[in-house]
């Protein structure tokens, strides 16, 4: 699943539309948009208690019912969109940020760095990412902040050796050894001429690895180790609703569909992109 | 090429030795004194501080390290601190579960994968190509310990073919351990088939496409045949160097997916040794479950190198 | 010697088994599984509820009333200054391994749990001995440094079973006791056996030929394991929201009985705003303990209002000191300078009581105008750090499951910061008062105390919600002791 998308070095042309971008584009869309949406709205305060209410079925109260403490699953999953964003979204940043960097400068630099960024990564990979971020919940407490920074672990050494893959190839250009040969510094051929080049695998890979983030961010919020409560989380709906799978089977339905629906738009997104950067690759699959 | 296996063999060392290091320096800064948690909110100070003395809390740091290492080279995993047993006795019941259900995850995921795989390939195109690309996303989608939950309220609460979690022991009888083990092995192995299919696809196109395909099929080989005879086994070289990856992958949704069906095997042992601060057992799960990888990983390396004559020759 | 025992054991099975033979095993639930099987060691109470009068014995017990009854002391007598215990054994008792038991043991079991070493947990119960002594070996004698009110009770607890100094040092893996259960096997992660001991000093008294506890963590899962018949009997199932369906079904007995454990929602009372009575008794106000039951525990569980079980012959019911009443909330808000508002932390362990009862605490505050963030504290771990060592908190919510515990509330050192002589002043005049009805006068009295000062929000006595079998009879409704007794368990046709 952390394989480096494997896709030639090209400058972005125009883009090329095909129908996992339009579908992976629309689900996407519909993610962000429902995410931002309930900032503003949504049909119930999504933390607003009823007791009296609980564990109603879909249309007894509300579109999709209410929870063990009577509150509407339809804002709870469209709060549960904006905190899986502001989870998946800053960790794969941070991730990506770190990652691109090392990879960059491994590319440019070789020898013992590269050598020491490549065992590194080893080193990180080896850790099962549930399990880290496990560990990581429990040295911060259990949080977003943990979970940002368990899930951008191991975003690090994914994006260098993406980085460092593709940087390495665009290396091999003939005007950059010429660039290089009159003096121009690697620190701005890496910034005027390798990062152009690799941009558009990057952007590949971060929207798979934010799908990844999401299907994580679930895990973890499963596990308890997500978002705080009262604010509503997919994983942590999912967690309670095992609770009351005989009264309330409709519970263990919607939060899982949400889940899939947007790592699914997003997996699609990255690879109708990648169809549209690089057309020859169309149809290999992964 | 033994000097590649030599230097692959000393960095798989190095890894495993830089691991080592992370994990017991992790558990150093890790906040929570073993011996309070232990004690819980009767703990007094005078129990504290002779339950500290009894764990060896009191030594250096680095002398703990080394002890561990030490034992670990020796077989000695220590004394587990909540336990109270030998680790490595604990280790082993636990992974009486874990195994067999990681490789009846990966007996499924392949059974399921290898099939569709080379049905899409063959029907390039076609309407099973589309189909089990829409499977092959879907799957990949899909949170496993979700479809644990989903099998639960089908298969469990709702049919009573199974139990809804729990093991009852290897001791129980073959059957229903087996029983217990289904659920959460195909929870484990759907979303893994969905990337095996991927693969096998890919890795069955591109042996379609190769120039002794094209041979066979020119001199009149039937199409069929040549699929069994040509390309599959061709294309699995690609797809169990993935399995090889993906055991890795099994292993680490073992946690979740152990702690859906409330089955008690490794994953499940560390989640609950981390909040027990039982730490002689999370630092040998932990670095067991990383050399696992590492391990798998080092003889993916070599498979290649053995298997691969480009890269032989590279050497 | 064998053959007198097989005897004695052949005439108890033909006397007490009828024709067709009624079912001697049992299957016995349990959430958690015990860390260790020592209970003179270590604090968890899931070792108690494996071990306790099924494995272990002590100089006396806690029955299912709460009382004390004489077990391996036939009987004691106490001198009238209250300060020595004269305890009259057991004869012919054996340990598991076959060695006898006598005073010497005791003695080595007492100051074994009271040598500084010790990890024991409940370390108060020995504290007031000032000597043991062996007079011969049926007889104990224990002087006290001051009189104890409580120390026979006490000495009914797990942490005083008494252990064989052959075997003491292998009883967290490998138990020896003189209980009419003998440890056979431990599974770890899935279930300990034990098997019924052929030469127990009682011949005839228990009627199961084994016992085995299997550990399911998951209330789903121990509703589907009662329901498949893989377990006999879950005496405290984890999942409320599914008793009412339990209860319902003929083919097994569902009881909600009352466990130890108070529910409460502790206050650092050291701290601004807590150090203001009106802040806690408007947030004791602004909480809805029925609907609050409701939601946290499907309306299973006795509301309290103080810091006592109810199990317990001198609990008083305080509910009404400080009833649900969101006007009077927001009344002594103002009062105290906090009309416009009020924001709090409270640390929340993951176990659902606690983490849902903190939801709807949240809910309930924020109607009175005081926001309550959680902070999900991972117990035990972190829990004990930073809020019982460090009282690095606002507010937190726990089950505290030690019987007679009120006395917390008496220790400077708590968790809670709290000090109030009157408070300090009445417990330890319990705690030095042998007889019982002037001593329940004083916990009375400090359960009044605390229900109108507050220390803690008193929330809801967790329930015990067990489910057997119908065909099973003997088990306990209440847990006035942590325990799972089987000793008086058997099965009907």
Request: charged letters at 20%; hydrophobic letters at 50%; a positive charge.
């Amino acid at each position: 699943m952390n394989a480096p998308a494997t896709i030639a070095v090209t400058r972005p042309r125009r883009l090329r539309w095909n129908l996992p971008l339009v579908v992976g584009g629309i689900l996407t869309t519909l993610l962000i948009g429902v995410a931002l949406l309930s900032l503003v709205w949504t049909p119930e305060v999504p933390t607003r208690v009823r007791v009296a209410l609980r564990l109603r079925g879909p249309l007894e109260a509300g579109l999709l019912g209410t929870d063990h403490f009577g509150r509407d699953v339809v804002s709870l999953l469209m709060a549960g969109a904006w905190n899986s964003l502001a989870v998946a979204w800053p960790a794969v940043l941070l991730g990506a940020a770190i990652g691109i960097a090392v990879g960059c400068a491994a590319a440019a630099l070789r020898g013992i760095f590269d050598e020491i960024v490549m065992r590194a990564s080893d080193v990180v990979f080896a850790f099962p990412a549930v399990l880290s971020a496990i560990m990581i919940g429990a040295l911060l407490g259990s949080g977003p902040t943990a979970a940002i920074l368990a899930i951008a672990v191991f975003n690090v050494p994914v994006f260098a050796r993406v980085t460092r893959g593709v940087a390495l190839q665009v290396w091999t250009f003939d005007y950059i050894a010429a660039a290089r040969a009159l003096g121009k510094h690697p620190l701005r051929i890496t910034w005027e001429d390798v990062l152009p080049n690799i941009a558009g695998v990057l952007i590949v890979q971060a929207t798979i690895q934010l799908a990844l983030a999401i299907l994580t961010e679930a895990g973890l919020s499963y596990l308890g180790l997500g978002v705080r409560p009262p604010n509503p989380s997919w994983g942590r709906m999912l967690s309670d609703a095992q609770t009351y799978l005989s009264q309330a089977p409709h519970l263990a339905i919607a939060p899982g569909v949400a889940i899939a629906l947007s790592v699914l738009g997003l997996n699609l997104l990255g690879d109708g992109l990648r169809d549209a950067l690089d057309p020859t690759l169309r149809n290999r699959g992964r | 090429m033994l000097r590649l296996i030599a230097s692959r063999t000393a960095s798989l060392l190095v890894t495993l030795l830089a691991v080592s290091a992370a994990i017991f320096l992790i558990l150093e800064v890790l906040p929570g004194d073993p011996a309070a948690i232990m004690l819980g909110t009767a703990a007094r100070e005078d129990t504290l501080a002779a339950l500290r003395l009894e764990l060896g809390l009191d030594r250096p740091a680095p002398e703990r390290y080394l002890a561990w290492i030490g034992g670990m080279l020796r077989g000695d995993f220590g004394i587990s601190l909540t336990y109270r047993m030998p680790v490595s006795t604990l280790i082993a019941e636990r992974l009486a579960v874990t195994i067999p259900l990681s490789l009846l995850a990966i007996l499924i995921s392949t059974l399921i994968a290898i099939p569709l795989g080379v049905l899409a390939a063959a029907r390039r195109d076609g309407a099973a190509d589309r189909a089990v690309l829409v499977f092959s996303q879907v799957g990949v989608a899909v949170p496993n310990f979700w479809i644990g939950i989903l099998f639960i309220l089908l298969f469990a609460t709702g049919l009573g073919w199974f139990p809804a979690g729990g093991f009852p022991g290897w001791q129980a009888g073959f059957g229903p351990a087996l029983k217990a083990l289904v659920l959460p092995a195909f929870a484990l192995a759907l979303p893994q088939a969905a990337v095996l299919t991927r693969v096998t696809r890919s890795a069955t196109l591109d042996v379609i496409g190769a120039d002794f395909v094209r041979t066979a099929r020119a001199k009149g080989v039937p199409a069929g045949q040549t699929l069994r005879r040509h390309v599959v086994p061709n294309a699995l070289i690609p797809v169990a160097t993935i399995l090889g990856l993906q055991l890795s992958f099994v292993f680490g949704g073992a946690i979740l997916v152990e702690n859906v069906f409330n089955l008690p095997g490794l994953g499940r042992l560390a989640f609950q040794a981390l909040a027990q601060r039982d730490l002689v057992v999370i630092k040998d799960v932990v670095l067991l479950f990383a050399a696992i990888v590492i391990a798998v990983n080092f003889l993916v390396d070599i498979a290649y190198l053995v298997l691969d004559p480009r890269l032989r020759s590279r050497a | 010697m064998l053959k007198r025992s097989l005897a004695a054991a052949l005439l108890v099975t033909a006397s007490l088994v009828p024709a067709h033979a009624a079912k001697t095993t049992l299957v016995l639930g349990m959430a958690v599984e015990p860390p260790g099987l020592d209970p003179t060691v270590a604090a968890p109470v899931a070792i108690r509820e494996v071990t306790y009068a099924n494995l272990y014995e002590g100089l006396v017990r806690i029955d299912r009333e709460g009382k004390v009854q004489p077990l391996l002391a036939k009987s004691w007598e106490v001198a009238p200054d209250g300060l020595t215990y004269t305890f009259r054994l057991q004869t012919g008792v054996k340990f598991h391994d076959g060695t006898a038991f006598d005073s010497a043991d005791v003695k080595f079991a007492f100051d074994r749990a009271r040598a500084p070493t010790s990890t024991n947990a409940q370390k108060q119960i020995f504290a007031p001995i000032d000597a043991i002594e062996t007079p011969d070996p049926a007889t104990v004698v224990i002087k006290l440094k001051e009189p104890s009110g409580n120390f026979l009770y006490y000495l009914g607890w797990g942490d005083a079973s008494i252990v064989a100094p052959e075997t003491a040092e292998n009883n967290k893996a490998n138990p020896v006791g003189t209980g009419p259960f003998k440890f056979k096997a431990w599974n770890r992660g899935d279930r300990v056996e034990l098997v019924r001991n052929a030469d127990y000093w009682q011949p005839g008294k228990v009627k199961l030929d084994s016992v085995t506890f299997r550990f399911i963590n998951d209330p789903q899962a121990q509703v589907a394991a009662v329901r498949a018949g893989d377990v006999d009997a879950f005496p405290n199932i984890g999942a409320p929201e599914l008793f009412a369906d339990l209860k319902k079904d003929s083919r097994f007995t569902a009881v909600a009985g009352n466990t130890e454990g108070e529910i409460v929602a502790g206050l650092n009372n050291a701290k601004k705003p807590f150090d203001d009575v009106r802040v806690r008794r408007a947030l004791m106000h602004a909480i809805d303990r029925k609907t609050l039951i409701e939601g946290a525990y499907s309306g299973f569980g006795q509301p309290i209002g103080t810091h006592f079980s109810p199990n317990h012959p001198a609990f008083t019911d305080q509910t009404k000191a400080i009833p649900f009443d969101q006007a009077k909330a927001k009344a002594l808000l103002q009062e105290a300078g906090y009309g416009n508002g009020l924001s709090l932390t409270i640390k929340s362990p993951q176990m659902a009581y606690a983490s849902r009862s903190a939801e709807l605490m949240a809910a309930m505050l924020s109607e009175v105008g005081v926001e309550l963030k959680i902070v999900p504290t991972e117990f035990p771990a972190k829990w004990i750090e930073e809020v019982f060592r460090n009282k690095d908190f606002d507010m937190t919510i726990v089950a505290h499951a030690e019987p007679l515990d009120v006395d917390i509330y008496a220790r400077d050192t708590y968790y809670f910061n709290y000090k109030n002589e009157k408070l300090k002043a009445a417990v330890a005049a319990a705690s030095k008062t042998p007889d019982e009805k002037a001593r329940f006068a004083q916990y009375a009295e400090a359960q009044k105390i605390l229900a109108e000062d507050v220390p803690a929000l008193f929330l809801f006595q967790l329930p015990k919600l067990g489910v057997w079998n119908a065909k099973l009879k003997g088990l306990w409704e209440n847990t006035p002791i942590p325990s799972n007794d089987v000793t008086e368990a058997y099965w009907v046709d």
